[in-house]
């Protein structure tokens, strides 16, 4: 009989119903389901919550669907015994059919946005994960994350760099949108910690080549002149090198310095430099995380050879009003920040300025400069609809340097600006379905100042408008794909010149400008495969075209110039299709150490044309990828072990890579990039091959932290028409560098930290002997950067005194740092002019702004440079 009355209800529990309730009390809900279901319930009135205000939802559904809807949320337990369904709070189960375990086929996506708790600000690459399981998960860049797993009970894991670990309880027996504000951690945070996952997160999460910075780990790195700089910091990563003192340019697992993608808020930043290098054009309190990949991007990334610096400003406080600055010798900063309506809308106004001038008092009036550089970064988000989210960003920076007469009038110089706007919303379709759409223009201007009295000036420029959709469907717990477009105008000034009294001066003679379309697919899937493997995979479809109005030179085999062809407005005159696939893969050895290996392939259709290898120039030429230049490409293989080691109290990881450069940029000797209308005649096209491998050892807990890093790189370049056809080291190839971090917390007032940097010296080409003719010595040269500069090494040391108790909502303090502490004059030129003194000492003329003045043949920036800031936060 017993047996008859289960196998009944069962059959009843698979009956189809609809109940569509909002806030109707427990006892209502089990009456319209006893109703519609045909059901007898059995209960204690007295041990459920009959008053609690259920909603819920559901069409033509199982009845047992529902039981586990309107039960399993609300702690209660259903079991079939003697033709009923009697209902139980957790702990209280009687002998039976249990309804407990739903069907195995049945899964459920909590979904949701990662922020922090007292600013509202996102949390990008946030971990989601349950322990013990394969399932898991991150925030993208705008707080986003969203899990698929089978219905049960789990206690999940929250967890983000300087954040206390979020555990959540869920019964995940319907979709859920859980929004979890996490709360900073107080307890000290590694002053050097780039990895930006925790632990195993880290070694499971990542991929090959790819580290993040978050905001706090930002905000504490040293930096020169006493104040972070974002562009600077990039030398902690292994792989990823400075040319030297104070230059922003960096070179990446032996690619140029152009081949670097560097976004704001998805605006590329052409040039991030102020003062020739000296300082990155982005304020570190208007950052919010940064993404580094070297060679390995993802498919929605592109345009680039060698990396994509990812760089996301920050939202603004959707909690209160603040401000924030720094104060310091060479440039101040203020930051204000707060909500419009309270956690739905905010903004973020960020400010810098130079305060240099104060030098000039150390120069005798014949060598007066005038220096000046600021940047504003603005922002505004709102929140219109729960799935609907929109944000602007602004940055402008700009930057002046030029020499003035005895009273104070400008005579000559340069000044250069970025300009970088973004309008994006967020869609969220489903809890599975995200979409972004961008619509950014970018812009930088360079101008040299001939005569400043006749306004006479050259000028280049490139300048891009860009709309893209993306879209990342969380297919299931296994599968995330990302898929979108994207549709993007350029356009580029080579350098014309401005001659308002003298337009007849075959300088004036106008220069063929550039105007090239872009369009971009893309399609990419990461495959959960099993608990240990992961598949990352996809492709990237960009093709470019070169439209007019412009004018084509052509040249023969031997560079001369054969003829020419006026393009007409609109019209195509060349197009370039480039696939490129994506491909990684990691494997998790155990729970402590993985395996990563990848495979890229990239195109670079835009690049600088420069035979400079100055590390202090913001003159850049920018031309597309056109008949007399091909697209630049690039295959990429890289192999990378990472693990914790000492009881999980150290993180080691070991990268190599090897890349192949095909139609890589050349320069024939004494090439001419300046006022030369043919300048793509110019041009060699050879190919180049670097290899290399990546070590680095972190400490990232407790008081004392710090890392050692290591990266060997060898870039070689060989073009038939250049070097006799032989092989020869790229100026940028510095075989060894070494970056040790040191940093060391004191309770609540006191950080103290230290940076070693040490590499080879940059590849020169220096005579080999000299000859005399008709009095005069002539040098004789070899091969192609035949010789090296001294090696490069470098100590920064900070202090930093808080002032202000933690628990003070006013945060203030002073640091102290010194920029290459014991002075250490490295070089980054040599000068090998035959200019003699009076005792026969061959000297050059380096000032060549002001008077001939006698100095040794290597010129460095500096010796030690002292800065004292102080920092403020309310």
Not at 38 to 51: A, G, M, R, V
Not at 315 to 344: C, H
Not at 496 to 510: G, I, K, R
Not at 786 to 799: A, G, P
Request: with cysteine; net charge neutral; aromatic share 14%.
């Amino acid at each position: 009989m017993l047996m008859l009355s289960v196998s009944v209800c069962s059959q009843d529990l698979e009956r189809k119903i609809t109940l569509i309730v909002k806030k109707q009390t427990l006892s209502e809900v089990i009456r319209i389901i006893g109703d519609e279901g045909k059901i007898n319930f059995s209960y204690n009135p007295q041990s459920l919550p009959l008053d609690r205000l259920i909603t819920v939802k559901a069409r033509n559904k199982p009845v047992h669907e529902i039981l586990e809807l309107v039960f399993k949320k609300n702690g209660i337990n259903y079991f079939v015994l003697e033709n009923q369904v009697v209902l139980k709070m957790n702990g209280k189960e009687r002998p039976g059919t249990s309804g407990e375990k739903p069907p195995a086929a049945l899964k459920h996506t909590l979904s949701g946005y990662l922020k922090d708790k007292s600013t509202g600000e996102v949390l990008i690459g946030a971990n989601v994960y349950v322990p013990g399981t394969q399932f898991g998960t991150t925030s993208n860049s705008y707080g986003f994350y969203s899990l698929t797993i089978p219905a049960n009970q789990y206690q999940l894991v929250y967890t983000y760099i300087g954040y206390k670990n979020y555990l959540l309880q869920a019964d995940l027996d319907q979709d859920e949108e859980v929004t979890v504000e996490m709360e900073a951690t107080t307890l000290p945070i590694s002053e050097v910690e780039i990895q930006g996952k925790n632990g195993q997160e880290e070694i499971r999460n990542n991929s090959p080549g790819e580290f993040r910075f978050s905001s706090k780990t930002l905000s504490q790195l040293p930096g020169f002149a006493g104040a972070v700089d974002i562009i600077k910091s990039l030398q902690a990563v292994p792989g990823i090198k400075s040319y030297g003192d104070g230059s922003s340019l960096f070179y990446v697992r032996g690619g140029n310095s152009d081949q670097n993608l560097i976004l704001i808020d998805e605006a590329p930043i052409y040039n991030p430099s102020h003062l020739f290098g000296f300082f990155s054009v982005l304020a570190p309190d208007a950052i919010n995380e940064m993404t580094v990949f070297k060679g390995d991007f993802p498919a929605k990334y592109g345009g680039r050879l060698s990396s994509v610096i990812d760089i996301k400003a920050r939202n603004g406080n959707m909690k209160r009003f603040g401000f924030s600055g720094n104060i310091g010798p060479y440039a101040s900063e203020i930051t204000l920040e707060g909500p419009i309506v309270r956690d739905k809308s905010s903004f973020i106004l960020s400010g810098r300025v130079s305060t240099l001038n104060w030098l000039n008092s150390f120069h005798s009036p014949l060598k007066s400069f005038d220096v000046l550089f600021y940047d504003v970064n603005a922002k505004v988000n709102f929140k219109l609809k729960s799935n609907d989210r929109f944000y602007l960003t602004f940055f402008y920076g700009y930057d002046r340097f030029g020499q003035t007469n005895e009273s104070s009038y400008p005579t000559s110089g340069m000044s250069w600006n970025n300009m970088a706007g973004t309008f994006r919303w967020n869609h969220t379709f489903s809890n599975k379905l995200f979409s972004n759409t961008t619509l950014s223009y970018s812009r930088y201007h360079y101008y040299l100042y001939i005569d400043n009295e006749q306004k006479d000036v050259w000028n280049s420029s490139i300048s891009g408008l860009s709309f893209k959709t993306d879209f990342t469907w969380y297919l299931n717990s296994r599968n995330t794909l990302r898929a979108g477009a994207e549709i993007a105008n350029h356009n580029s000034d080579p350098g014309n010149v401005s001659l308002p009294n003298n337009e007849t001066d075959p300088l004036a003679t106008p220069i063929a400008k550039y105007h090239s379309m872009e369009y971009d697919f893309y399609l990419g899937n990461d495959q959960q495969i099993g608990k240990r493997i992961t598949l990352s995979y996809g492709i990237r479809l960009p093709v470019w075209q070169d439209l007019g109005p412009t004018k084509v030179y052509h040249f023969d085999g031997y560079h001369n110039l054969i003829d020419s062809t006026e393009v007409s407005n609109m019209t195509t005159y060349a197009t370039y299709f480039s696939p490129e696939p994506r491909l990684s893969l990691r494997v998790m050895l155990n729970d402590h150490s993985s395996l990563k290996g990848s495979y890229s392939r990239n195109t670079q259709f835009f690049q600088v044309l420069s035979n400079s290898v100055s590390p202090f120039t913001s003159l850049e030429v920018w031309a597309p990828s056109g008949p007399n230049i091909p697209p630049q490409k690039t295959d990429q293989v890289s192999l990378g072990y990472y693990s914790q080691v000492f009881h999980s109290k150290l993180n080691f990881s070991a990268e190599a890579f090897y890349n192949l450069f095909h139609d890589h940029i050349d320069y024939k000797d004494h090439a001419n990039l300046l006022f030369n209308r043919l300048l793509e005649g110019e041009i060699r096209m050879g190919k180049a091959r670097s290899y290399g491998i990546e070590l680095m050892l972190r400490k990232t807990e407790t008081k004392f932290t710090g890392w050692i890093g290591y990266t060997y790189t060898r870039t070689f370049v060989q073009t038939p028409e250049v070097n006799g056809g032989r092989e020869y080291p790229a100026f940028y190839d510095r075989p060894h560098n070494v970056c040790i971090n040191l940093s060391y917390k004191a309770g609540d007032h006191w950080a103290f930290s230290a940076n070693w940097i040490y590499m080879t010296g940059g590849a020169i080409t220096t005579p080999t002997g000299f000859f005399y003719n008709n009095g005069y010595s002539i040098p004789v040269y070899g091969d192609r950067n035949n010789d090296r500069l001294r090696d490069y090494h470098r100590l920064d040391l900070s202090v930093k005194w808080t002032l202000s108790k933690p628990e003070k909502r006013y945060q203030h303090s002073v640091i102290l740092t010194l920029y290459n502490a014991y002075a250490r004059l490295n070089p980054f030129s040599v000068n090998f002019n035959k200019i003699q003194d009076g005792d026969g000492n061959i000297v050059v003329p380096s000032n060549l702004a002001g008077g001939y003045q006698l100095i040794p043949t290597t010129i460095s920036v500096a010796g030690m440079i002292p800065s004292i800031n102080y920092q403020f936060k309310f």
